[in-house]
């Protein structure tokens, strides 16, 4: 069903020559924040906000940034990860990526889900989570009694995702997707 949400997401776009402006997300929970009997409405409300704060991948065009972000001149958005610098520059800890890079990531996805897909259809279902920066999503996990993972039994062992530069994660993306078609 999402594969073909997608598949169908990737045809639209290409025939409406659509740009994807970017990927967000945020936390639905609602924040719960302490503060001091000195602190005002305002910084309250600023507090709970920047709990509300997007998290993911934005075009990197700071026009975007703006449509985006209708109160953002200069300096860090309240709303989505990116800042501007003086002449419209891109701030160095903006998360973004560059329209070639989203359609890189558009196809890395239909890929693994494509590759997943596969693996579960051919019985392939392993147990085995990430750890990635010494976390581990098991502690979390709904499915922890069902699931039984234990990296001391034999078989069991994690998907060490490593950190990466970025740069290394978008040709290593590219890189996949290549030896896919064969190039």
Known sequence: MQLQLLTYLDAVSKQENAQPAGVLYFNLNEPIESSSKNETAEEIEKK????????????????VFRMMDKNLKQGYSE???????????IGKKSSVATKEQFQILQKYIIKTIKDISKDILSGKIEIKPYYKNKK??????????????????????????????????WENM???????KGM
């Open 174 to 180: 590219e890189k996949e997707i290549k030896e896919e």
């Open 79 to 89: 709303i989505i990860p990116v800042s501007v610098l003086k002449g419209d520059e």
């Open 136 to 169: 581990v999503p098991c502690e979390y996990c709904k499915y922890k009694s069902i699931c039984m993972f234990d990296k001391n039994k034999f078989g069991n062992e994690y998907n060490y995702v490593p950190k990466l530069p970025k740069e290394q994660v």
């Open 48 to 63: 709970i906000r920047k709990e509300f704060k997007m998290a993911g991948l934005v075009l990197a065009d700071v026009r």
